[in-house]
């Protein structure tokens, strides 16, 4: 189920920022991906190895 549904968002991702590249300048469109990116990496850190980021913080 993880491995579909991140193929999923690796499919839709460039879609949807693709099309927000369209009515934003191109520099803003990037760094929102960017920030984006990050974000989902963070957010998806606990699921992928669980205990990493509570240890880290305790």
């Keep these: ?3 579909t549904t ?3 968002i690796q499919g ?3 879609l949807v ?3 927000f590249a369209g009515f ?3 520099g803003v469109a990037i760094a929102v991906t960017g920030v984006g ?3 989902t990496v963070l957010l998806l850190c606990e699921a ?5 980021v509570s240890a880290g913080a305790a």
């Excluded at 992928?48 to 990493?52: N, S």
């Design 1 to 3: 189920m993880l491995n």
């Design 6 to 8: 991140a193929m999923s």
């Design 12 to 14: 839709v991702g460039p």
């Design 17 to 19: 920022f693709g099309v």
């Design 24 to 26: 934003v300048p191109v």
């Design 37 to 39: 990116s990050v974000a």
């Design 48 to 52: 992928a190895r669980p205990g990493l």
